[in-house]
């Protein structure tokens, strides 16, 4: 009851659009099509805890512009802790080109292209024992004066993929998400997110195993602006599992830092 309470008296407070810019480039399962502007970098934590269990997956990611918003290095720290172990999982190295959507623009697309290194333990689960590659097309666009919406396609490819017994095997995945933010406050916005994810893993020698997720998560994010310009954003989400996922739940915590570093 009080987080409602909170959450009305927020929605509450007269808006003031025309001082503050919206949030930007803080979904948390789906991937904004905005890189950094020049000169900030932004710090981003997610953690997922099922509601069930006590499993947990960890991801910390760091955006840098490469001289102006144009292009974008990033890379992402995942970790986990899983049935067999906890630890590191596999580290990717990103670089995203801002096609479209520097400036003004309703529309922005933005293709990532990453490098997934194997610094995670295959035979804790940790990892897939080999190098591999992902590619994501996110596209976004402005569809009014308070809704933006997010698209994401993508996939990976992981050539001579071990399990946790040595066995090896080339091994796929393709997404697909939806994003769909309203802009209840240039402050406070609410999500709904849906993804979509068939994955293989490694079953025996040149063998795989295919298995999809699919989640619809709702969800809300809050920013605090500070006189240093610092922008914190706090989040939470709520996936639900459909269709092959149903019955699974869990929580997203989201926590981004966004900060001039020159």
Do not use: K
């Not at 407070?13 to 948390?28: T, V």
């Amino acid at each position: 009851m009080r987080g409602a309470a909170a959450l009305l008296f927020l929605l509450a407070i007269p808006a003031r659009a025309q001082e503050l810019p919206p949030i930007a480039d803080n979904s948390f399962l789906i991937e904004e099509a905005y890189n950094q502007e020049a000169g900030v970098v932004q710090h981003i934590s997610l953690l997922d805890h099922p509601r069930h269990g006590s499993d947990w997956s960890f991801a910390f990611t760091q955006e840098w512009p490469l001289g102006s918003q144009r292009h974008q290095l990033s890379f992402t720290l995942p970790a986990a802790h899983t049935p067999f172990d906890q630890g590191l999982g596999d580290v990717a190295v990103n670089y995203r080109y801002q096609l479209l959507g520097i400036g003004e623009s309703r529309l922005a697309f933005a293709p990532r292209l990453s490098l997934l290194l194997p610094t995670g333990d295959e035979e804790a689960g940790l990892g897939n024992g080999a190098a591999g590659v992902e590619v994501n097309l996110p596209l976004s666009i402005v569809l009014g004066e308070r809704l933006v919406g997010h698209w994401n396609l993508g996939g990976s490819y992981t050539p001579s993929a071990q399990e946790m017994f040595g066995a090896e095997a080339d091994v796929d995945g393709v997404f697909l998400g939806q994003g769909l933010i309203w802009l209840a406050r240039p402050r406070l916005n609410v999500l709904l997110e849906a993804i979509w994810e068939r994955t293989e893993t490694v079953a025996g020698p040149d063998l795989t195993f295919r298995e999809e997720s699919a989640f619809v998560s709702p969800g809300v994010r809050v920013a605090q602006d500070l006189p240093s310009g610092l922008q914190i954003v706090y989040g939470l989400g709520v996936p639900i599992g459909v269709g092959t996922s149903e019955g699974e739940r869990s929580v997203l915590l989201y926590l981004s830092f966004e900060h001039p570093f020159r």
